[in-house]
């Protein structure tokens, strides 16, 4: 009961439900909020904080920024979910922050658009090296299984496309990424498909800010080429696994296309079923499928492979032996 009037008391300040209004319509940064609200930073800060400690606002940094939203989960999320309704919208004060929201991230959409299509340059012409994307998504979704799954995280979220595309079997996603700005982009992505069920963070996949056993489905596409000891990656994905979680994995077969290296960052040249069973073994994860998506002109063309391993679940009784689909 203590805990409810407290969340109640720290509520019923003007700027305090303007701010949780604002942030029911999206995370923001304390900056943004200063520009929306009209005060100063250290008097947002100073609201975020007593909202942060009453339970209904959290905090995720990202690298120098910090965003800022409602609770999605704990003893303050029901109140969270209702302050956007709750809010008369002919408020002439609430009617002033929602156009000045509508700016801020109109500024920020811009920003982001900016650098997507920087980065698409050398998106398009790695795409025209193998299948297309739909084929793709199309794969993972059918290797994924058709869930439901309550919490999903996909590591390296890009523009947060594959966020889109298990939105219909998931409750919740969470993305992650290093990029800031690809992280923007994720947002404006996610915002525009209407997902209020997803969210980015900054992360980096051999930290995954997350608790052991957490979710029901990890995706990793096209990330794990990029890295120095995918194996790592890995291990720190089936970490964060359930019992019977799925780690699904969308990478390229070896191939000898030298340019990924120079010109792209890549620093591996695709990865054989043989490695990736002994690392998705070795990380405590059983490998139950496999396949492989072939361009109709393979001369100097990319070969995706998808790899879907599962977190065994604790057996009480005696276990029957079951087959494994691994066809290639």
């Excluded at 008097?43 to 009453?54: G, N, P, Q, Y």
Aim: with cysteine; net charge negative; aromatic share 4%.
């Amino acid at each position: 009961m203590e805990h409810l009037i407290g969340q109640l008391k720290a509520l019923a300040e003007p700027t305090r439900l303007r701010v949780a209004t604002l942030l029911a319509l999206g995370e923001l940064t304390v900056s943004e909020l200063v520009q929306v609200l009209g005060q100063s930073q250290p008097r947002v800060s100073r609201h975020l904080k007593l909202l942060t400690d009453a339970g209904l606002v959290e905090r995720q940094p990202e690298g120098a920024f910090v965003f800022y939203r409602l609770v999605s989960a704990g003893p303050g999320q029901r109140i969270a979910n209702v302050i956007g309704d709750l809010t008369p919208p002919d408020d002439p004060v609430l009617k002033r922050d929602l156009d000045r929201l509508a700016s801020v991230k109109a500024a920020r959409a811009a920003a982001a658009e900016s650098y997507f299509q920087r980065a698409n340059e050398d998106w398009d012409r790695i795409r025209a090296l193998h299948l297309s994307e739909d084929e793709v998504e199309a794969a993972m979704r059918d290797a994924a299984g058709s869930g439901p799954f309550q919490l999903m995280i996909d590591v390296g979220v890009g523009t947060g496309r594959i966020l889109e595309v298990f939105a219909d079997r998931v409750s919740e996603s969470v993305g992650i990424d290093v990029n800031h700005a690809m992280l923007n982009v994720a947002r404006l992505n996610l915002e525009r498909a209407g997902l209020t069920g997803a969210s980015v963070r900054k992360a980096d996949v051999s930290a995954l800010p997350f608790d052991d056993g957490v979710a029901d489905l990890v995706t990793v596409h096209q990330v794990l080429h990029y890295l120095d000891d995918p194996a790592v990656a890995i291990t720190e994905c089936a970490r964060v696994l359930k019992p019977g979680g799925v780690l699904l994995i969308a990478d390229f077969a070896p191939h000898q296309l030298e340019f990924l290296k120079t010109d792209h960052a890549h620093r591996k040249l695709g990865f054989s079923d043989e490695e990736m069973t002994e690392w998705v073994e070795s990380a405590g994860l059983e490998m139950r499928r496999r396949s492989a998506l072939h361009p109709e002109e393979p001369e100097n063309r990319l070969t995706v492979k998808i790899w879907s391993a599962r977190r065994t679940p604790v057996r009480t009784s005696q276990p029957s032996i079951a087959a494994k689909d691994v066809s290639a």
